[in-house]
């Protein structure tokens, strides 16, 4: 299995994973096609695709902000199972953020993942492939020691609707494994700084910031 960087909308990697992605993700959570061209190009967000037999069998998005000392995973998908996808990426790209850390030499004190609430969208089939059902999912992020951000999350909806996406938890993967909390100042400088690509935020996503900026911490519970 190959490891290869995405950085432009023309290459042909980039069509099949965005199908893969339209196919496994509901509506909301995909960005246009037509609207990847400025932020695949982003030298600060990296898009790689696993590719095997010269076919797009998976994909991982992430990023990292040394002035937060904090990494992102935007996106993690198994399109086929049972060749051992899940680990290949993220083995890869734990190795690829442990090279940012080195060049911006800075320590990262933990990672953010948006992870789906299993009964939330238990409509939806996640392109029928097993491995990318909110419950499994779920389950081996609290595996590799995920926690969920204790407070009702909201997100702006990728479609550019303003829509307010509440079906996921925010969840944190902290470097210190024995906190049980998070600086709620890091959590609302992060948020702003994520969603600033998106002009129309809802209503209940500045709710939830002015009330992350009224807090001193936030607690960290299990997935």
Same mark, same amino acid.
């Given at each position: 299995m190959e490891y290869i960087r995405v950085t432009?909308?023309?290459?042909?990697?980039?069509a099949s994973m965005h199908k893969m992605m339209?196919?496994?993700?509901?509506?909301?959570?995909?960005?246009?096609?037509?609207?990847?061209?400025?932020?695949i190009g982003d030298p600060d967000i990296h898009v790689y695709v696993a590719i095997h037999d010269g076919a797009v069998v998976g994909a991982t998005e992430y990023r990292y902000y040394p002035d937060?000392?904090? &990494?992102?995973?935007?996106?993690?998908?198994?399109?086929?199972?049972?060749?051992?996808?899940?680990?290949?990426?993220?083995?890869?790209?734990?190795?690829?953020?442990?090279?940012?850390?080195?060049?911006?030499?800075?320590l990262s004190i933990g990672m953010?993942?948006?992870?789906?609430?299993?009964?939330?969208?238990?409509?939806?089939?996640?392109?029928?492939?097993?491995?990318?059902h909110p419950a499994v999912r779920r389950e081996v992020l609290s595996h590799?020691?995920?926690?969920?951000?204790?407070?009702?999350?909201?997100h702006p909806s990728w479609d550019h609707a303003g829509k307010a996406v509440t079906e996921l938890d925010l969840g944190f993967l902290s470097a210190d494994e024995e &906190?049980?909390?998070?600086?709620? &100042?890091?959590?609302?400088?992060?948020?702003?700084?994520?969603?600033?690509?998106?002009?129309?935020?809802?209503?209940?996503w500045e709710e939830m910031i002015a009330k992350l900026d009224e807090m001193e911490t936030v607690n960290l519970a299990p997935l």
């Amino acid at each position: 299995m190959e490891y290869i960087r995405v950085t432009s909308i023309e290459d042909a990697n980039f069509a099949s994973m965005h199908k893969m992605m339209s196919s496994i993700f509901p509506p909301e959570e995909v960005l246009a096609f037509e609207l990847w061209k400025e932020p695949i190009g982003d030298p600060d967000i990296h898009v790689y695709v696993a590719i095997h037999d010269g076919a797009v069998v998976g994909a991982t998005e992430y990023r990292y902000y040394p002035d937060l000392r904090v &990494a992102m995973t935007d996106f993690t998908i198994i399109g086929v199972s049972n060749l051992g996808v899940g680990r290949f990426l993220y083995l890869n790209r734990s190795k690829d953020l442990r090279r940012l850390e080195q060049e911006s030499d800075t320590l990262s004190i933990g990672m953010f993942a948006e992870i789906y609430k299993p009964h939330a969208v238990t409509s939806l089939r996640f392109g029928n492939v097993i491995a990318m059902h909110p419950a499994v999912r779920r389950e081996v992020l609290s595996h590799l020691g995920y926690r969920k951000l204790d407070f009702p999350y909201v997100h702006p909806s990728w479609d550019h609707a303003g829509k307010a996406v509440t079906e996921l938890d925010l969840g944190f993967l902290s470097a210190d494994e024995e &906190a049980e909390t998070v600086d709620a &100042a890091l959590v609302s400088r992060f948020l702003k700084k994520y969603y600033e690509a998106l002009p129309n935020r809802p209503r209940e996503w500045e709710e939830m910031i002015a009330k992350l900026d009224e807090m001193e911490t936030v607690n960290l519970a299990p997935l």
